[in-house]
């Protein structure tokens, strides 16, 4: 039985280390892609989890495998492609952290996933399905990604989604607000930014926490801002809680699927469905996985920068002392 299984891009994410005096960067690879970030930090914390997802079979598909399996997850589900190269995609940070992206992906090996390959008896024995919108910019893998949804529903499977929006990875962005609207409509939890909510619903992350439970019908909704925290909305509770403070931000990315991972793995802790928990279990919910998050954007890279289980736990029981 496995905890979570995620199907999505694995990808190396490229930052700049340094420039030279000619102006040339020097790039630093970094395992990544949103679901591998996700499960990693759900495996960090002793869940079990596997990833159903494709590179290429190159030097970078064998480094993200053999980087999967050292953190604990599954790869019985990756297969690897003879013809395509695996994604790349290159990270500039400003003097905040914050990140803009371009991609090598025309195709990458992600985006052949073909629904033939994947392994149903994962999704067989997952109490939590995860994905994202990245696998359904391209064929095949968006028929891959719908048919495994549909087959992970009706396994009981709770389905969880992470728009992920990365503008130059759409052919338009009319195309990636449906395929969005479509992931928003399939889940049980959902992981969104205020700028993803800004960009489907023109409105502010309250609002849109609002509007995605009650005219969507999404059980739980953690709507995330960044260094700001999280708006939650569910039947039971709403409300929001801050982000952690006097942080030394280096890089965020991953930031947002590592407070995915970790909420889902807090909500496993609990053995109840999001639409029962109580507004206390959903504001533990949140301070845990904002407080993972936050101390992910201390470090480089995404995969690479998840704190421990007693590390969350020490910045926790810090924060309430204060």
């Known amino acids: ?181 479509w992931g928003l409509g399939q889940a049980d939890v959902v992981k969104i930014s205020d700028e993803e909510v800004r960009f489907l619903f023109q409105c502010g992350p309250e609002a849109g926490a609002e509007r995605l439970h009650r005219e969507m019908g999404v059980p739980l909704v953690f709507v995330t801002c960044g260094g700001e925290g999280c708006f939650f909305h569910s039947a039971r509770a709403h409300g929001h809680e801050a982000g952690l403070s006097a942080l030394q931000v280096v890089d965020t990315t991953g930031a947002g699927d590592i407070f995915g991972g970790s909420a889902v793995w807090k909500l496993l802790q609990t053995g109840k469905a999001p639409q029962d928990l109580s507004e206390a279990e959903l504001r533990g919910i949140v301070r845990f996985a904002c407080t993972a998050a936050g101390l992910s954007t201390t470090k480089q890279g995404g995969l690479s920068s998840i704190p421990t289980l007693e590390q969350v736990q020490a910045r926790l029981a810090e924060e309430n002392r204060a």
């Open 1 to 181: 039985m496995f905890d979570v299984v995620a199907l999505g891009e694995l990808l190396i994410d490229f930052t700049c280390l340094s420039v030279d005096e000619a102006g040339y960067p020097t790039l630093a690879a970094h395992p990544g892609g949103a679901p591998a970030n996700f499960l990693a930090a759900l495996a960090q914390y002793g869940a079990k989890t596997a990833l159903i997802g494709k590179v290429g079979r190159d030097a970078f598909g064998a480094m993200l495998t053999r980087t999967l399996e050292r953190a604990g997850i599954d790869v019985s589900g990756l297969r690897a492609a003879e013809d395509v190269f695996t994604t790349l995609a290159f990270v500039t940070l400003d003097g905040q952290g914050n990140r803009a992206f371009s991609f090598a992906r025309k195709p990458g090996a992600d985006t052949c996933l073909s629904r033939e390959e994947i392994d149903l008896s994962l999704l067989d024995a997952a109490r939590v399905f995860h994905f994202g919108t990245l696998s359904l910019t391209d064929e095949p893998a968006r028929s891959a990604t719908r048919a495994a949804v549909a087959y992970a529903r009706e396994r009981g499977a709770l389905l969880t989604f992470d728009p992920n929006l990365r503008p130059p990875l759409w052919r338009n962005l009319e195309e990636a607000r449906e395929q969005m609207l």
